[in-house]
């Protein structure tokens, strides 16, 4: 069992940065792969960026590459997500997500172990 806390939604200007958190808790062999989505209303639940564990690989979406930016510090169990220079259309729920598989992921359904989410609001 994981367990996945996320932290650091607000509201915020378009233009304007926000750093989320998720802290990681549960089986270390559960979370290889940490991955951050988001979901707007009325929308289907959009892949934003993934880390593994171990190596630090990443892969970002297209539609955040050079704004966003995930990172993780393995000795503090967090897993970041840096938005800069955000847009209205960046609006939504943001949820981190673990795979026990080590390969990255953008499918939402190979994720097993979700947080909350926590509200990202961008006013134009």
């Known amino acids: 069992q994981v367990q996945l806390v996320e932290s650091g939604g607000g509201l915020v200007q378009a233009g304007g940065s926000l750093r989320l958190s998720c802290v990681v808790s549960?089986?270390?062999?559960?979370?290889?792969?940490i991955g951050w989505f988001r979901q707007a209303p009325g929308k289907e639940r959009e892949f934003v960026a993934t880390?593994?564990?171990?190596?630090?690989?990443?892969a970002v979406a297209d539609s955040v590459k050079g704004r966003f930016t995930i990172s993780k510090d393995n000795a503090k169990n967090m897993v970041y997500l840096q938005m800069n220079s955000l847009k209205s259309t960046d609006t939504a729920v943001y949820h981190c997500?673990?795979?026990?598989?080590?390969?990255?992921?953008?499918?939402?359904?190979?994720?097993?172990?979700w947080g909350q989410g926590t509200q990202v609001t961008v006013s134009s």
């Open positions: 880390i593994s564990w171990s190596g630090g690989r990443t």
């Open positions: 549960g089986r270390t062999f559960s979370r290889n792969v």
């Open positions: 997500a673990a795979r026990g598989s080590a390969s990255l992921s953008s499918r939402s359904s190979e994720y097993d172990s």
